[in-house]
């Protein structure tokens, strides 16, 4: 069982930066890749970001590329998602989630292959 809990949204000007950070629990956190979803109003969660157990691989999706890094800190249990140069269109309740299978393998962006989630946070971008 692992437990995720999201903190740090709130509401920025476009053009600013937020820093997102996922407090995890209940398992050893470097056994573990982690990532960031969206969900905007009206539409289906996204896939944001992705980091491997040692922290030495990521990936983003297109969207978010160059303005979004993914990071994690194994000694505090966290994954961060630092958001600089925001746009409107980044407003949503972001999640993270872990993905528990026990082996080291490429990085998904697959909703359905994350094992757990934690509840989200809102951001929210003005223009």
């Known amino acids: 069982q692992v437990r995720l809990v999201e903190s740090g949204g709130g509401l920025v000007q476009a053009g600013g930066s937020l820093r997102l950070s996922c407090a995890a629990s209940g398992r050893t956190f470097s056994s573990y890749d982690m990532g960031w979803f969206r969900q905007a109003p009206g539409k289906e969660r996204q896939f944001v970001a992705a980091i491997s157990r040692s922290g030495g691989n990521t990936y983003y999706a297109d969207s978010v590329k160059g303005r979004f890094t993914i990071s994690r800190d194994n000694a505090e249990n966290t994954v961060y998602l630092q958001m600089n140069s925001l746009k409107s269109e980044d407003t949503a309740v972001y999640y993270c989630?872990?993905?528990?299978?026990?082996?080291?393998?490429?990085?998904?962006?697959?909703?359905?292959?994350?094992?757990?989630w934690g509840q989200g946070t809102q951001v929210t971008v003005s223009s």
């Open positions: 989630a872990a993905d528990l299978r026990p082996y080291d393998g490429p990085l998904t962006t697959m909703q359905g292959k994350y094992d757990y």
